[in-house]
């Protein structure tokens, strides 16, 4: 089936759009340059924050596909199922204890636990899946850098999330968002950006826009493996 955009790129798309129409009533002549400055610098916030919405909306749609499209936990990659192991059953609390020797007591506990928790249905199929959501995959990962991006696209199963996009795009839109994201972080720290013209940040806009394009082409196809593509229609556009 061919690829269909979600309704997450559509959104930030449009969002982007309204952005950019301002950017070019600022650079008109006889706009005063200091204004000129707040609107690039609100641009370059407002586009990096849809980014992230994006992100997040894309990632809880995804959930939201998995949760009606799927009967039981081995339905889903099996990369996503051992993070929602992890994840939702507190591994990393109980990987903890295995270095003090007298916390097996309490480790024992809980997974005694597990034997009664309706989360049992991410370790069989004995009950159905239970629903999960985006925060269950991004966690405190959310924010687009470039290593949280691949740490949450490794959760979903996408083994080289930077050289999935890359090919997708058939460009390096990894360091494109790099790129815009280091702007933001200079303009954090410093209130302003010399040099930087209304049409050079119209420019990060459209490489911000490839670098989503990416991603969700590279996320349809990944469901697609372990959904139909009505699953996605349903769920994610």
């Not at 099996?78 to 295995?98: D, M, P, T, W």
């Not at 850098?145 to 949450?152: F, H």
Request: aromatic content about 6%; hydrophobic content about 40%.
């Amino acid at each position: 089936m061919p690829y269909t955009v979600s309704a997450s790129r559509k959104q930030l798309e449009e969002r982007l759009i309204e952005i950019t129409k301002r950017l070019r009533r600022a650079d008109k002549n006889g706009v005063p340059p200091e204004l000129r400055e707040y609107a690039i610098a609100a641009a370059i916030f407002l586009s990096h924050a849809e980014v992230e919405n994006f992100f997040g909306d894309i990632l809880a749609r995804i959930a939201m596909a998995y949760s009606n499209g799927v009967a039981h936990s081995s339905g889903l990659p099996s990369r996503l199922r051992a993070h929602l192991v992890v994840e939702k059953l507190n591994l990393q609390s109980i990987a903890a204890k295995f270095s003090n020797k007298t916390g097996e007591p309490a480790i024992l506990d809980e997974v005694q636990r597990w034997f009664a928790s309706p989360l049992s249905c991410l370790l069989n199929d004995s009950q159905p899946l239970g629903v999960f959501d985006g925060k269950d995959i991004h966690g405190d990962y959310g924010y687009p850098s470039i290593k949280n991006i691949e740490r949450v696209l490794r959760r979903v199963g996408i083994g080289d999330p930077g050289g999935k996009l890359n090919g997708t795009a058939k460009r390096d839109v990894m360091s494109l968002l790099e790129s815009v994201g280091d702007l933001r972080i200079a303009l954090a720290h410093s209130a302003s950006l010399p040099g930087i013209s209304c049409c050079d940040v119209i420019d990060k806009l459209s490489d911000l826009k490839a670098f989503v394009a990416a991603m969700d082409r590279t996320l349809y196809f990944h469901v697609r493996s372990s959904l139909p593509d009505s699953a996605w229609k349903a769920n994610v556009c």
